[in-house]
């Protein structure tokens, strides 16, 4: 048993530390900032908070609402929260990922980031131990409803990318295509792995504690 909760977090790891690859190869493609950070940047230019207060102003709000949808907050919620922003910097820091100049180079590596992130989000998802603020909204809308994973996610990008558009943030080509494609890649990942992430329970962080200190203490 606790070689599978040790599977569970490496895997969860696994998928945040591609979940920030991937934001980085989208970032690096120069074709448009994600969905959010229109938003961020919206907010930046409207209200004067910094991108990075913005960020936080974001997730506490999306992280309310998926609280009242009855959305459970788990340990994976609390390390996306923590960590994510770390692994980003790190790829950022170490200077890894290839940046685009020329067209063609730009939309491959705008491919390429839309593929691990979507992949990323998939891998770290289907552990169960909850969910980062922003997914936890598109799981918790996709279980309330009868709508499949990527019409709710796509609907949710499209919203954000709208305000902060109205707001004033900056949208671009990478912008509006991985606001289309994000749901459909992660949906594709489920099915392909026969997941549904309808019927994917997560536990809280106290049903977390609970089952871990059951197994320690046994």
Same mark, same amino acid.
């Given at each position: 048993m606790m070689k599978?909760?040790v599977?569970?977090y490496?895997?969860l790891?696994? @998928?945040l530390?591609l979940c920030?690859?991937?934001?980085v190869t989208?970032?690096?493609?120069n074709?448009?900032?994600s969905?959010?950070d229109?938003?961020?940047? @919206?907010?930046?230019?409207t209200i004067?908070?910094t991108?990075?207060?913005?960020n936080l102003?974001v ?17 994976g919620?609390?390390?996306?929260f ?9 790829y ?7 940046k685009?100049?020329v067209l063609?180079k ?6 390429i $980031?839309?593929m691990i992130f ?9 552990t ?9 909204l598109?799981v918790?809308?996709?279980k309330?409803?009868k709508?499949p994973?990527w019409k709710i996610?796509t609907?949710i990008e499209?919203?954000v990318l709208?305000?902060?558009y109205i707001? @004033?943030?900056s949208?671009?080509i990478?912008?509006?295509v991985?606001?289309?494609c994000? $749901?459909p890649?992660i949906?594709y990942?489920f ?13 809280s962080?106290?049903r ?11």
């Amino acid at each position: 048993m606790m070689k599978r909760e040790v599977f569970k977090y490496s895997k969860l790891m696994l @998928g945040l530390l591609l979940c920030s690859l991937g934001v980085v190869t989208i970032l690096n493609s120069n074709l448009g900032l994600s969905p959010w950070d229109v938003l961020n940047q @919206g907010l930046n230019k409207t209200i004067g908070i910094t991108l990075g207060e913005a960020n936080l102003l974001v997730g506490a709000v999306v992280v309310f609402v998926s609280i009242f949808l009855k959305q459970p907050i788990g340990s994976g919620t609390i390390i996306n929260f923590l960590l994510v922003g770390v692994f980003i910097d790190m790829y950022m820091y170490l200077d890894v990922v290839p940046k685009g100049d020329v067209l063609i180079k730009k939309i491959a590596i705008l491919i390429i $980031g839309i593929m691990i992130f979507s992949y990323g989000c998939y891998v770290y998802i289907s552990t169960g131990l909850g969910c980062g603020p922003r997914d936890g909204l598109m799981v918790v809308l996709t279980k309330k409803s009868k709508y499949p994973l990527w019409k709710i996610k796509t609907c949710i990008e499209v919203v954000v990318l709208s305000i902060g558009y109205i707001l @004033g943030g900056s949208v671009g080509i990478g912008t509006i295509v991985s606001s289309i494609c994000v $749901g459909p890649l992660i949906q594709y990942f489920f099915k392909m792995n026969n997941q549904d992430i309808k019927l994917l329970e997560h536990r809280s962080v106290v049903r977390e504690f609970q089952f871990l200190k059951a197994k320690v203490l046994k």
